[in-house]
Structures are given as C-alpha cells and as structure tokens.
C-alpha cells in the first residue's frame, strides 16, 4: 500500500496528476490558516482517488511544530497498520529524517523517503500481499478526530497475517469471509481453558500494568494478542484466534470492566483501582447479606472474581468505604442498606469509642500499605512531599495530622527510610 503524506504548512501542491490511485492512501495534514480553502486543481486532484483513501487532518490549535507532531503520529501509526509500505512524505523540515531512518530500519521492507516536490513522488509500487486492504467507497472526508487512521475496513485478505494491523482506531467490523466455521465447531476446536488463560493474561496486563487502553474493540482485540505467548495460540488458526480474544472481550463486557457507548462503538474501561472498587460495590449491594459474616464472605467473593487480594485487610477496607460512602450501616452483626429504616435506635452509649477509633486507624494504616505494594517500584513517590500528596489523593484525607502520623508510623516501622533530602526509600 502507498502513502502520501503532505505537510500542507510548508508545501502547497497544486496537484500530482501523474501519481497512480490506485491502493493509494493521501493524508493531507491543514494547519490552522490552510483550513478555509483549497485550490479547486487539489481538490480535482483528490477527487480522483477513492474517496475512503483520502484523508484531511485538521489542526485544532496553533503552535510551534504542532503539524509535525500530528504527522509524525500517524506516520507511526501507518508503520503499525502496514510494516511493508511505500510511504512519501511531502515537507521541507528535515526533522522528519531521523524519524524517517528510525522506522525504515525498524519495519524490514518498508520504504519511507521525504521529497520537498510533489514532482518527485514516485509512480509506481508493488502491492504486498499480506497487507492488502479494501476500503469500500463513500464521499471524500473531512476528519476532525484526530484519533481517525481509516475510517472503515470491509475485508482483509489472508486473516492468518492480521497481526501485521494493530494500532488502528475507528473500525468497527471486520469480515473474514464465508469460510469462517459455525461457532458451536469454534466453541468445540477452542478448549475453555485456553480462553480462561488468556482472561487471566490480558486482564493482569490491563489492570496490573496500566497498559495504554484503545477506544474502539478492533484495536483492543489485536492488541491483546500482545500480552500472550505465542506458544500458546501457536497451534490455533487465525479464525479460532479470533474467537478466543472475542471471548476474552465479552468476558471484561460481562463483568463490567469494558463497556460500549450507545453506539457500539467507542469503549470505556473500569480496570484502576476506583472502577474496580466501584464493580465490586454494585455485586456486594445486590447480594444485600443480611449477616456481617454473610457479608464479609460475598466480599472476599467479589475481590477474587476481579482478581483482587481478598485477606481480611482488604475485607476491612473495603467495609470501610462502604460505610464511609453511606452504602452500609452495621448494628452488631446486622447489615442494613438504605433507607436505613429498620435499624433500631441505640439508646446505649458507647463505652469503646477509643478502640473504636484505634481500629479505624489501623485500617487506614495497613490500606496505605497495601496500596504502596500494589504499586512497581518506579511508580512510587520518591519523596516525602510527592507522598504525603500521594497519599491526600489516594486516601481523601487533606488532614495534615493524619497524615502525619501515618508517615511516623511508616517509619517506625521501618517501611520507609526518609534521607536528610527528605529522599525516600522503601522496604516493602
């Protein structure tokens, strides 16, 4: 597949009538002065292509190199779609030449090259096999979302080589053609344990190493495939791969963890720690235990289905901010919900109040050190500022004393090591 890609800030072709069209993709990228016309000979130029093929990237703000920026993102967007293509940049700025070598060494048979003429473009490529793609017709359009690389595909041939398209956004369906077997033979050809596995592998880089998450489920689909060994989808064809992560899909749709807009199209994701906390809310409130230890066990229950630690700690906590956020009240081992009706008054004054605030605040303590853990080394403040406003954030605490305090006891305990910079170090 062929690409042009014009830097229409600094070059202005009129047109390049002797460029064939066909397979041939342009991407026309306007800053903010070039937005209100074109000349009528481009226009004719572009009206000769397939009209899915072209492709007008509009600036929404001014500023030093801002065009650059978004060419160069698509570029290597393109690079991702198609490791083989023949692609020609439009633009006066050399900046784009390292760039240009970093990807033609990176993807083996692609060509990429930088003219400064639109006279210059060659004619003539070949058409690579496994990465030919057929963009069905509509009317020439103008993009304002910037996310846009193609705006539809209808058919990709020979599905086994699809892994060469990944990072694609805004593509909705993607026909394999009347080969592909019923699925009552995929459900029989594809064990459920290998679509269990995969869960397990994609959920963990999901959720554990905040991964950059695709907006549209073409995108996520093939980029899950990244995050499980070869070997495991190595005896499987393309067809049954595809049903694997589609399974894989529903099963984050069924759980909570991705959702679709009403569209079908855009997707929403619940997998940090708050869209987590607030999926494994909604089960425990539909379960409505009536019995606190019924209770602790429905969330033990629903920590472990979103893969989440389920010690009593965490049981703690979790009964903590459901109290803290008014979704539970508790009278001896009574549960009740709202409207809190049924709960009888307690004319008794409370005689432990003191442990009662001990045991709040060792629950808090030991919330700050399972969510320290949670965290890879890197990511952790470094220091004692950054953590005292990590901790604000995380806990909804702007208590200064508080924090504080929990910062003492990190130390006593020797959780921390606080250096004469106030640099952090971490034993856990």
Same mark, same amino acid.
């Given at each position: 597949?062929?690409?042009?890609?014009?830097?229409?800030?600094?070059?202005?072709?009129?047109?390049?009538?002797?460029?064939?069209?066909?397979?041939?993709?342009?991407?026309?990228?306007?800053?903010?002065?070039?937005?209100?016309?074109?000349?009528?000979?481009?226009?004719?130029?572009?009206?000769?292509?397939?009209?899915?093929?072209?492709?007008?990237?509009?600036?929404?703000?001014?500023?030093?190199?801002?065009?650059?920026?978004?060419?160069?993102?698509?570029?290597?967007?393109?690079?991702?779609?198609?490791?083989?293509?023949?692609?020609?940049?439009?633009?006066?700025?050399?900046?784009?030449?390292?760039?240009?070598?970093?990807?033609?060494?990176?993807?083996?048979?692609?060509?990429?090259?930088?003219?400064?003429?639109?006279?210059?473009?060659?004619?003539?490529?070949?058409?690579?096999?496994?990465?030919?793609?057929?963009?069905?017709?509509?009317?020439?359009?103008?993009?304002?979302?910037?996310?846009?690389?193609?705006?539809?595909?209808?058919?990709?041939?020979?599905?086994?080589?699809?892994?060469?398209?990944?990072?694609?956004?805004?593509?909705?369906?993607?026909?394999?053609?009347?080969?592909?077997?019923?699925?009552?033979?995929?459900?029989?050809?594809?064990?459920?344990?290998?679509?269990?596995?995969?869960?397990?592998?994609?959920?963990?880089?999901?959720?554990?190493?905040?991964?950059?998450?695709?907006?549209?489920?073409?995108?996520?689909?093939?980029?899950?495939?990244?995050?499980?060994?070869?070997?495991?989808?190595?005896?499987?064809?393309?067809?049954?791969?595809?049903?694997?992560?589609?399974?894989?899909?529903?099963?984050?749709?069924?759980?909570?963890?991705?959702?679709?807009?009403?569209?079908?199209?855009?997707?929403?994701?619940?997998?940090?720690? *708050? $869209?987590?906390?607030? %999926?494994?809310?909604? +089960?425990?409130?539909? /379960? &409505?235990?009536? @019995?606190?230890?019924? !209770?602790? =066990?429905?969330?033990?229950?629903?920590?472990?289905?979103?893969?989440?630690?389920?010690?009593?700690?965490?049981?703690?906590?979790?009964?903590?901010?459901?109290?803290?956020?008014?979704?539970?009240?508790?009278?001896?081992?009574?549960?009740?919900?709202?409207?809190?009706?049924?709960?009888?008054?307690?004319?008794?004054?409370?005689?432990?109040?003191?442990?009662?605030?001990?045991?709040?605040?060792?629950?808090?303590? *030991? $919330?700050?050190?399972? %969510?320290?853990?949670? +965290?890879?080394?890197? /990511? &952790?403040?470094? @220091?004692?500022?950054? !953590?005292? =406003?990590?901790?604000?954030?995380?806990?909804?605490?702007?208590?200064?004393?508080?924090?504080?305090?929990?910062?003492?006891?990190?130390?006593?305990?020797?959780?921390?090591?606080?250096?004469?910079?106030?640099?952090?170090?971490?034993?856990?």
């Amino acid at each position: 597949m062929k690409h042009i890609l014009i830097d229409y800030e600094n070059i202005q072709p009129k047109s390049f009538d002797d460029v064939e069209v066909d397979e041939c993709h342009v991407w026309l990228f306007l800053g903010i002065n070039q937005q209100k016309s074109l000349p009528p000979e481009l226009v004719e130029t572009l009206l000769r292509f397939d009209n899915k093929n072209v492709h007008i990237i509009k600036m929404q703000h001014a500023g030093k190199n801002a065009l650059d920026f978004y060419l160069s993102f698509y570029l290597g967007k393109i690079s991702e779609i198609d490791p083989k293509a023949d692609v020609c940049i439009l633009a006066r700025d050399s900046g784009y030449d390292i760039l240009v070598e970093h990807l033609n060494s990176t993807y083996d048979g692609m060509s990429i090259k930088r003219l400064v003429n639109a006279n210059q473009l060659t004619v003539s490529y070949e058409s690579h096999e496994n990465t030919v793609l057929d963009i069905k017709e509509s009317s020439l359009i103008v993009e304002d979302n910037q996310d846009i690389i193609l705006d539809n595909i209808d058919n990709i041939d020979n599905i086994d080589n699809i892994d060469n398209i990944d990072n694609i956004d805004n593509i909705d369906n993607i026909v394999t053609g009347s080969n592909q077997p019923p699925a009552q033979s995929l459900e029989k050809s594809v064990p459920k344990a290998v679509i269990h596995d995969c869960y397990i592998l994609v959920f963990d880089s999901i959720v554990n190493h905040k991964v950059f998450l695709p907006s549209y489920k073409f995108n996520l689909l093939h980029l899950m495939k990244k995050y499980v060994p070869a070997t495991i989808l190595e005896k499987f064809n393309g067809v049954e791969q595809d049903y694997i992560f589609e399974q894989v899909f529903e099963k984050f749709i069924k759980l909570g963890l991705i959702s679709l807009d009403e569209k079908n199209e855009k997707l929403s994701y619940k997998v940090d720690n *708050q $869209g987590i906390l607030d %999926l494994v809310t909604d +089960q425990i409130l539909l /379960s &409505r235990a009536k @019995k606190t230890d019924g !209770l602790n =066990n429905v969330i033990k229950q629903k920590l472990s289905s979103y893969r989440q630690i389920n010690n009593e700690d965490q049981v703690n906590l979790v009964l903590t901010y459901l109290k803290n956020k008014g979704f539970i009240k508790q009278d001896n081992q009574v549960v009740h919900y709202p409207p809190f009706n049924d709960i009888p008054k307690n004319t008794s004054k409370s005689s432990n109040g003191n442990n009662e605030k001990i045991k709040a605040a060792d629950t808090m303590y *030991q $919330g700050v050190i399972t %969510l320290i853990e949670s +965290q890879p080394p890197t /990511s &952790r403040p470094s @220091k004692k500022s950054s !953590l005292v =406003n990590y901790l604000k954030s995380h806990l909804r605490n702007e208590n200064p004393k508080v924090i504080d305090k929990l910062i003492k006891q990190m130390v006593k305990n020797k959780v921390i090591v606080i250096s004469d910079t106030n640099k952090l170090s971490y034993k856990i």
